[in-house]
Each structure stands twice: as C-alpha cells, then as structure tokens.
C-alpha cells in the first residue's frame, strides 16, 4: 500500500496534477449521499473545490483492509479550516483501481460538517 500512502501525500500536499493522474478518466467518485462525480474532469472540478474549503489536511492512516486493487481505509482527516480551528473527523473510504492501478471508484463517508459542505454540494 506505500502507492496509497504516497497518494495521500499527494492530496494533503494540494498535488491536485498527481491526485489526478492516480486516477482513470472514467472514475467515480461518492462523498457521502450526495450524487457521484463521473470523470476526471468533474473530480479535478471537485478537487478544487475541496482545497478551497479549508487551510489544510493530514490524513492519519489507521486501517486498511483489502486487497491492493480493492480496499477499504479507515482514517482520522486532520483539517485545518479556513477559521484556524483544527478538526479531526473520522472517515472510512472504500477504493477500487483497475488493472493498471488507477483509481476507478472512490466512495468517502465522512461527517465534516461544514468543511465539506461545498464540496459535497457541487460536484457532481
């Protein structure tokens, strides 16, 4: 899993041209129970979206579960909003990669409230 973790860094890191190179142009992408994002293109939108909602993320890696193509993580997102006020939120994301190792689906569950509310709102 040292890709996935590497991916990580990529996303606390505001890698937005790596995060979307792990990932395939058919991707899915399903925060919560707000409509998915179909394609790289509504992800990169969403991405976008996601790092202007807050100053920063870590994310703490606690378990992962599954295979290298298909997995689940279990994680504490350690954000930083806008406000200053530090968050740490558990999440659980379930993950599938094709034969090649890009990401073709991504389903998040996270409760963060107002940190996520633009994100989950817009991209669809």
């Known amino acids: 899993f040292d890709w996935y973790v590497s ?14 190179a792990a990932i395939h142009d058919d991707c899915v992408v399903q925060v919560n129970d707000s409509l998915p994002a179909f394609s790289k293109a509504a992800i990169a939108r969403g991405l976008e979206l996601y790092y202007d909602a807050f100053e920063k993320v870590e994310h703490e890696v606690l378990n992962i579960y599954g295979s ?6 279990e994680l504490l997102c350690h954000y930083t909003p806008l406000n200053g006020e ?39």
């Open 7 to 20: 991916f990580l860094g990529d996303v606390d890191g505001r890698a937005a041209a790596a995060v979307l």
């Open 68 to 73: 290298d193509q298909n997995f689940a993580a």
């Open 86 to 124: 530090r968050a740490t939120i558990p999440a659980a994301v379930i993950y599938d990669r094709d034969a090649s190792g890009l990401l073709i689906s991504i389903r998040l569950y996270i409760s963060a409230g107002s940190i996520f509310e633009a994100f989950t709102s817009t991209a669809r």
